[in-house]
């Protein structure tokens, strides 16, 4: 499985360039799924956490191709990053930092190898691509890569106290992992202190509250309403753990 | 073919996590197909509508994941429902309903099965996707389900005299079958009596009219513009069929 | 490989439908790719400029179905077009023509076959999908086309001095093939004239540039922000190439 995870637009221009360099270049019937591609365009670190969060629901073997990219063409650095049986192909500018710190076990290569005639705007399409294709097939050549011991961009494996994602129903998911934080805890956001619910129907309708969420975040709600309308929430803001 | 209606957001975290299961766990080869993922988060009545409508433009055997389910964590029951040669999975709050009440033969069945570790918010993931693979695969185990003569939430087979959706053009879908609605009618809305027209290059540029969709349904349209806008229409609004 | 580039929306409810469509008839595992669903709805002059530019990252034998279509249920023919080894169907509006004419080899032909139960406005559906998935089939029977010498609408192979796409970051794209501009040009556009950068990394922050984009157009950015939205463009927009 190649999983997608982008800053590209889900409806633009790129997308299906990109998914005929994987069609015509990995193995025949290999599942490609767009994960997200509306990562924040400048936002490496929020999309490190979120990326770091949601890969734990994808099997072993997924191969990762994440872009969020505002320095393509520049002096960037390409990655493979090999963590916990899972591939990670992306820049290294941090947002496959996260992943590579909290891993078990993990290895990270640049990439050497350089497209005839690429474009200066589009490793997607260009490096990325043929070279997760490449990872799927388990035909990458070992002369397109060299070792590195470390990423040039750390985040490093802790927490993000901060929102790092507004989804489509306004609610505001944290960098913070839930399993970390007492269920007694208030999170404190946007000048407000709000209280733990389990789900949705177990908050009083119009109120906001913190739940640990599918991915096993700390996310914000309101029960019938966007928390990020009402509150005026966006990725970034500060969010604290009140014991 | 898997089919997806579900009020997901087409572009958020959610789906590919969904697709995920089914991959692993459908068939090799199974299409998984998106046919809406905007639906009305807060009103299962109208996505009911518009699911009885879509739903005869795929093929028999195909299986229907349909989750529009503002209550998940709670008390509603989750379902399988067998409907002339389709199946379809979802939460008991009526969204099926309307399916159920027009077929020829139906039979539901409740939902005993809990995933180990299941989430409290995203049944689609963990309790719906799983069981549509095992409709698909053909090996849903028997225990996992209950027989049920009726659902708790119908809303019948009649038609729904109101706007049910509004497309991307600005298209008003309503709830009505135009099959029983003679073209010499006029339809009323949001203040206004408009005629029929076969098609939008026959309706004179940038006026109102009803039209027989491309789904059956009457359908609200302004040729060359947004009827929803222009008309300020929204999902809910009545419409009255005047002879 | 089928390539589909319409103005249905990319999250609406018309796609599954062709997409069963072409699951059910074209060869089992045919790759479909959604290139673009939301070219500009009235303008078929910037749609064929665009198609034009995005085929060339697509292999020979790709089918394309391409489909801005506001005459739909009118007068205008529905056509294939065979150029430069890819396949093309669509309407007969000028959609296709760009590529036509710049084509090294082009033929054409009407469609002469209706589907029994056509709907009036999704042609999408009840035509062109079962033509393309023939096509894919490679069972695509003589007499469903009649040859033709030429389009009806034709918009020529030259460039188009307009914007003709405008995407997520707000980059506008033109229809100014990019090898025929030299570097030391300036791009006139809302007013101002804009100088060469070749990625955005090489522009200074927040200014306006112009640049050979990733399938070799002119089109004018800004580093770290929308140019439509600082600038106001808009599809359709006069740009001119000032030496």
Do not use: C
Not at 86 to 96: C, F, H, I
Request: glycine share 8%.
């Amino acid at each position: 499985m190649i999983v997608l995870f982008t800053d590209f637009g889900a409806h633009d221009i790129y997308l299906a360039q990109v998914k005929a360099v994987l069609v015509q270049q990995a193995p025949r019937g290999t599942s490609i799924q767009d994960l997200l591609h509306t990562a924040p365009s400048f936002n490496a670190r929020a999309g490190a956490h979120l990326l770091a969060a949601l890969q734990a629901w994808f099997p072993a073997g997924s191969v990762f191709m994440a872009v969020v990219d505002p320095g393509v063409g520049g002096a960037r650095d390409a990655i493979v990053l090999e963590a916990d049986e899972k591939t990670y192909v992306g820049p290294d500018n941090g947002l496959l930092s996260v992943v590579a710190a909290r891993a078990g076990r993990a290895h990270t290569w640049r990439i050497l190898w350089r497209a005839q005639d690429q474009s200066a705007s589009f490793h997607g399409r260009d490096v990325f691509a043929p070279i997760a294709a490449s990872i799927a097939a388990g035909n990458l050549a070992k002369e397109r890569l060299e070792h590195t011991p470390a990423l040039s961009v750390r985040f490093g494996a802790d927490d993000l106290a901060e929102i790092i994602y507004v989804d489509h129903y306004g609610n505001a998911l944290t960098g913070l992992r839930a399993g970390r934080v007492p269920l007694t805890a208030k999170v404190e956001v946007a000048g407000r202190r709000l209280d733990y619910a389990r789900v949705f129907s177990e908050a009083s309708s119009g109120s906001a509250f913190w739940y640990e969420n599918s991915v096993r975040l700390v996310e914000i709600a309101v029960n019938g309403a966007s928390a990020a309308q009402l509150m005026e929430l966006r990725v970034g803001d500060s969010v604290a753990v009140v014991p």
